[in-house]
């Protein structure tokens, strides 16, 4: 039986990893659909404390795996589809392996919400739907995009996108940016960025060759319809928690974020369970945020295992 099993291999589940590792627990940590957690997929972190330059999201988790590592954290990839919390061994289960432990950290993170639009699913990857510019911006070189939200993940995406694209729209569906004032300003001003206020996207576009032509956009404060040519859609409307999995195990809010209990952050409704990160987290969302929730939860991990 494993002392502790860490869900997810973001800011959250490495952090805790560090420190579970650091106090000997010999962690094992199980990787899940996306190993690296979603600054896997983000350039430039500006606002990391320590990287005065900014640091690339990959190279960052990349480097807190390597200090995970270092300490004796284990790793295996599979995805957990069950769990059992009831008894004082916490039993976890994939569709292969059934793992046990004294305790258990869930920072499974969350993943891109989509749009639920006529076309989106059909042209989903390779024919011109994403939700990832850093991993295929570079496919869309001198083609007109989208992006739609209005969020930092947008404004992000956005200009990412002008190192690539000809022209950038993005498409929010109020008049004004949800996006920090820096993110806000940045896309404002750039010259290859349009903005398209009060939209929403209602269907994605085929053309002959089953790609992305364009999107047909309504504007939802005089409902008038009208399509934009454009070969890439990338979306950016936020994230859905991955907790799927715990529905009747733990309590969780109406969107699917784990409640913690009400005298800490990372505690769960069961002795031994702990959450950090955007699975639990929907206010800060913040990669030092998250890193902060693993290293609590770690922490109350060791003093748990300790008493009992
Ligand atoms: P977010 O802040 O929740 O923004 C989501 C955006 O999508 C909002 O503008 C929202 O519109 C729009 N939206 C939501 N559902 C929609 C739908 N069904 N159709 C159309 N639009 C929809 O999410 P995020 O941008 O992914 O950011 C998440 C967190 O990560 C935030 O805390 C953010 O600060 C942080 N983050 C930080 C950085 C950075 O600092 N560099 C980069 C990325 C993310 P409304 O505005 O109308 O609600």
């Not at 920072?107 to 639920?116: C, D, I, K, V, W």
């Amino acid at each position: 039986m494993e002392n502790v099993i860490i869900l997810g291999t973001g800011c959250a589940g490495l952090t805790a990893a560090i420190y579970t590792a650091r106090a000997n627990l010999e962690p094992l940590v199980i990787e899940g659909g996306q190993p690296g957690g979603q600054l896997t997929t983000t350039s430039e972190v500006e606002n990391f404390p320590g990287f005065p330059q900014g640091v690339d999201g990959f190279m960052l988790m990349q480097q807190v795996r390597e200090q995970a590592t270092r300490f004796g954290t284990r790793y295996t990839n599979d995805l957990i589809e069950s769990v059992n919390f009831s008894g004082d061994v916490k039993v976890l289960k994939s569709s292969s392996q059934t793992y046990e432990a004294k305790s258990v950290i869930i920072a499974t993170g969350a993943s891109p919400r989509l749009l639920g639009v006529p076309g989106e699913q059909e042209m989903f990857g390779g024919k011109g739907v994403t939700t990832c510019a850093t991993c295929d911006g570079a496919f869309y070189r001198d083609m007109d995009v989208v992006v739609v939200g209005g969020g930092d993940s947008a404004c992000e995406e956005a200009l990412f996108l002008t190192r690539f694209c000809s022209k950038v729209t993005l498409i929010h569906r109020r008049d004004e940016l949800r996006a920090s004032k820096i993110m806000a300003e940045r896309t404002l001003e750039h010259e290859k960025i349009e903005l398209l206020w009060d939209s929403a996207i209602e269907s994605v576009l085929a053309g002959d060759d089953g790609k992305c032509r364009g999107v047909q956009t309504k504007n939802l404060k005089t409902g008038q319809t009208s399509e934009l040519t454009c070969k890439g859609v990338f979306i950016a409307i936020g994230h859905i928690p991955n907790t799927g999995f715990l529905e009747g195990h733990l309590p969780l809010d109406d969107l699917g974020y784990i409640i913690p209990e009400s005298n800490s952050m990372v505690r769960t409704r069961i002795p031994g369970v702990y959450t950090a990160g955007d699975c639990a987290d929907h206010v800060y969302r913040q990669a030092i945020t998250a890193a902060g929730m693993g290293c609590q939860a770690a922490i109350e991990t060791e003093r748990w295992l300790a008493e009992h």
